[in-house]
């Protein structure tokens, strides 16, 4: 069992940053492929970012790419999403997630979830 929980969300000018974090428990962290999505009010969840296990495999959005970058460390049992030159349409709540093989790919199942941090950009 993994337990996620979100945190750096908050309010932020457009061209601005955040950087979120998503903390497990559990000693496998390092077992499990991660991933962020978002979801934007009346709008479906979408996938952002995913870190297989060890962190050198990484994929994104084309919505976010170039602006996001996921991290990860393994030792912290923390994955990380830095958002750089954040526009009003980033505005959503973001969720980790975390997929119990840690080479599975993004578009695969994810097991966990975390409860989500909410991200707001102004205008």
């Known amino acids: 069992q993994v337990q996620l929980v979100e945190s750096g969300g908050g309010l932020v000018q457009a061209g601005g940053s955040l950087r979120l974090s998503c903390a497990a428990s559990?000693?496998?962290?390092?077992?499990?492929?991660m991933g962020w999505f978002r979801q934007a009010p009346g709008k479906e969840r979408e996938f952002v970012a995913h870190?297989?296990?060890?962190?050198?495999?990484?994929y994104y959005a084309d919505s976010v790419k170039g602006r996001f970058t996921i991290s990860r460390d393994n030792d912290k049992n923390t994955v990380y999403l830095q958002m750089n030159s954040l526009k009003p349409e980033d505005t959503a709540v973001y969720y980790c997630?975390?997929?119990?093989?840690?080479?599975?790919?993004?578009?695969?199942?994810?097991?966990?979830w975390g409860q989500g941090t909410q991200v707001t950009v102004s205008s």
């Open positions: 997630a975390a997929q119990s093989s840690y080479s599975a790919t993004y578009n695969r199942p994810y097991d966990y």
């Open positions: 870190i297989k296990w060890g962190g050198g495999s990484t």
């Open positions: 559990g000693r496998t962290f390092r077992n499990y492929a």
